[in-house]
């Protein structure tokens, strides 16, 4: 059984830092591109950062603020959010992919999710 656990939200102020966890277990986690999306209130849940041996891709909107890593001994990936906005105040979830891709439709086995809230 496949599960993923997010951690490392919360509050922070305009200009701070969060670092996200996902957790994997129960796949073989190095086969898989891992990927980070939100969902803010009221919106649809998007894409925000990938990451496969292959490469990264990031949404424009976090590009140059944000860095996916992930730690294969671990099973873990990692979302390092620098210069927050207001607007990426949302949900943020983790979820697989066989292959990569910034399409919500190709990942699966998503988490819970983990708020992040940033004040103006």
């Known amino acids: 059984q496949v599960q993923l656990v997010e951690s490392g939200g919360g509050l922070v102020q305009a200009g701070g830092s969060l670092r996200l966890s996902c957790v994997a277990s129960?796949?073989?986690?190095?086969?898989?591109?891992m990927g980070w999306f939100r969902q803010a209130p009221g919106k649809e849940r998007e894409f925000v950062a990938a990451m496969m041996y292959t490469g990264t891709r990031y949404a424009d909107s976090v590009k140059d603020r944000f860095t996916i890593s992930r730690d294969n001994a671990k099973s873990t990936v990692y979302l390092q959010m620098n210069s927050l906005k207001p607007e990426d105040t949302a949900v943020y979830y983790c979820a697989r992919s066989p292959y990569m891709s910034d399409r919500r439709d190709a990942f699966s086995s998503w988490g819970q999710g983990t708020q992040v809230t940033v004040s103006a």
């Open positions: 129960g796949l073989s986690f190095s086969s898989y591109a």
